[in-house]
């Protein structure tokens, strides 16, 4: 059986493309769970009596939860289901606490393309910016992909 990637290929990549995902709200299940994969259990994250008594008012969700839900968002898209060869690097900034109950969205947006012919594809350059409901950009960075050249 052939599975066949519904991802864009290298070469239909161009600088100034934008993608907007899906949204998804936070929930506390989301942050329960990431606790116990990462092993993560800071106060912050897991203790709504304790985290009453920082400057959030309350818990928040792991930054890294919310960028790996960013990269999870943009695999559901489609546009790197499939073509995705290898994520190489990750530049990443926390600017907002992300709540329980907060809905994000991530607007993508090709900055660079460089041809790695030998690798199989090439290298893209995405600026990443994640949006609450209100709008407020609470993640930005930058993901660079190697993406599957289309077979000739």
């Given at each position: 059986m052939k599975t066949v990637p519904r991802g864009m290929y290298f070469e239909e990549f161009e600088p100034g493309l934008e993608i907007y995902t899906?949204?998804?709200?936070?929930?506390?299940?989301?942050?329960?769970?990431?606790?116990?994969?990462?092993?993560?259990?800071?106060?912050?994250?897991?203790?709504?009596?304790g985290s009453k008594n920082t400057p959030f008012g309350q818990r928040v969700a792991h930054g890294m939860l919310v960028?790996?839900?960013?990269?999870?968002?943009?695999?559901?898209?489609?546009?790197?289901?499939?073509?995705?060869?290898?994520f190489r690097e990750l530049?990443?900034?926390?600017?907002?606490?992300?709540?329980?109950?907060?809905?994000?969205?991530?607007?993508?947006?090709v900055t660079e393309t460089k041809a790695m012919r030998a690798l199989g594809g090439g290298l893209i350059t995405f600026e990443a910016r994640v949006l609450n409901q209100r709008d407020e950009l609470v993640h930005k960075g930058e993901w660079r992909m190697l993406i599957k050249s289309r077979e000739e």
């Open positions: 899906a949204a998804r709200t936070i929930t506390e299940t989301d942050i329960v769970n990431f606790a116990g994969l990462s092993g993560d259990y800071n106060f912050i994250h897991i203790d709504a009596e960028a790996s839900i960013a990269s999870g968002l943009a695999v559901q898209h489609g546009f790197i289901d499939g073509t995705t060869l290898a530049t990443w900034k926390f600017t907002k606490p992300v709540m329980i109950g907060d809905t994000i969205q991530v607007q993508i947006k």
